[in-house]
Nanobody
Framework: QVHLVESGGGLVQAGGSLRLSCAASGIIFSVNPMGWYRQAPGKQRELVALIRSGGYTNYADSVKGRFTISRDNAKNTVYLQMNSLKPEDTAVYYC????????WGQGTQVTVSS
């Protein structure tokens, strides 16, 4: 059975940092491109960072230079280091494959205060 469990969110002031983690089970993690997505209130879910099995990364323009995605295939875990956070980064953050073929996890709330 497939499970995605996100953690690491919280409340932080603008300019602060958070590190999100996502543990995956029930999939062959190492071969899958993994993405971090976010959904702000009233908005559609969007992909913010992608890491392929070989380590290639790509970022949405809105987070480029501030967020870093990484993965540990031995732990079936993908991370998102978020620096210089802005209020507009406030959202529920999710991980999934790319394209997003797996059942969504519960996500982790990130709230950035101004």
């Amino acid at each position: 059975q497939v499970h995605l469990v996100e953690s690491g969110g919280g409340l932080v002031q603008a300019g602060g940092s958070l590190r999100l983690s996502c543990a995956a089970s029930g999939i062959i993690f190492s071969v899958n491109p993994m993405g971090w997505y976010r959904q702000a209130p009233g908005k559609q879910r969007e992909l913010v960072a992608l890491i392929r099995s070989g380590g290639y990364t790509n970022y949405a323009d809105s987070v480029k230079g501030r967020f870093t995605i990484s993965r540990d295939n031995a732990k079936n875990t993908v991370y998102l280091q978020m620096n210089s956070l802005k209020p507009e980064d406030t959202a529920v953050y999710y991980c999934n494959t790319n394209p997003s073929n797996l059942p969504w996890g519960q996500g982790t709330q990130v709230t950035v205060s101004s």
